[in-house]
């Protein structure tokens, strides 16, 4: 039997740095893990991306492929945004895809994949008028978005823990949300 295909998203937050076990915590979930980056994202593993793509056993995209290219990846079964930046929240609720990331989840929330997301911020960016909306769309739409007791809590401005990122809470709630949907 083939393992289920995890789009693994990650945006330009402290946790990113920290990919790797977010990797190897949905490996050991049985997911079988893609990566996929914010360009943003991507710079942050400038050097190393041959790691992650060693890791999983597919390559890292960060970009849009060319009119004409196949697919690299295999087809989700599953996404997970995670870590979630503030920035991509409020593109993402306000339907904005101009990331190959952020294209992934909004066309897939709305092919019957299920997805999920994680954020990463400070309250400072969380107390931003834009940040209660975009969530409440994503809810609309379908989206599992992870805060509060059963997520992350934004953390007080330069006191985040990017180290401490609860990757198995949100592997455990995606599984959750797609048995849910029957997927």
């Given at each position: 039997?083939?393992?289920?295909?995890?789009?693994?998203?990650?945006?330009?937050?402290g946790?990113?740095?920290?990919?790797?076990r977010?990797?190897?915590?949905?490996?050991?979930?049985?997911?079988?893990?893609c990566?996929?980056?914010?360009?943003?994202?991507?710079?942050?593993?400038?050097?190393?991306?041959?790691?992650?793509?060693?890791?999983t056993?597919?390559?890292?995209?960060?970009q849009?492929?060319?009119?004409?290219?196949?697919?690299?990846?295999?087809?989700?079964?599953?996404?997970?945004?995670?870590?979630?930046?503030?920035?991509?929240?409020?593109?993402?609720?306000?339907?904005i895809?101009?990331?190959?990331?952020?294209?992934?989840?909004?066309?897939?929330?709305?092919?019957?994949?299920?997805?999920?997301?994680?954020p990463?911020f400070n309250?400072?960016?969380?107390?931003?008028?834009?940040?209660?909306?975009?969530?409440?769309?994503?809810?609309?739409?379908?989206?599992?978005?992870l805060?509060?007791?059963?997520?992350?809590?934004?953390?007080?401005p330069?006191?985040g823990?990017?180290?401490?990122?609860?990757?198995?809470?949100?592997?455990?709630?995606?599984?959750?949300?797609?048995?849910?949907?029957?997927?």
């Amino acid at each position: 039997m083939t393992k289920p295909v995890l789009y693994l998203i990650a945006c330009a937050a402290g946790p990113t740095q920290h990919i790797d076990r977010g990797v190897s915590s949905a490996q050991a979930a049985g997911w079988d893990t893609c990566v996929i980056f914010t360009p943003a994202a991507a710079r942050w593993w400038d050097g190393r991306l041959d790691e992650l793509a060693e890791l999983t056993g597919h390559p890292v995209r960060s970009q849009y492929k060319l009119p004409g290219e196949s697919d690299a990846l295999p087809k989700a079964d599953a996404m997970l945004v995670a870590p979630l930046s503030c920035t991509s929240l409020n593109k993402w609720g306000a339907g904005i895809a101009d990331t190959l990331a952020l294209g992934l989840v909004s066309e897939g929330v709305h092919m019957g994949v299920p997805v999920a997301a994680m954020p990463y911020f400070n309250q400072a960016q969380g107390a931003q008028p834009a940040v209660a909306h975009s969530i409440a769309a994503l809810r609309e739409q379908g989206v599992l978005y992870l805060d509060g007791p059963d997520g992350y809590e934004p953390h007080p401005p330069k006191q985040g823990n990017p180290e401490g990122f609860p990757w198995d809470a949100a592997l455990a709630a995606l599984h959750l949300h797609r048995r849910q949907s029957g997927s």
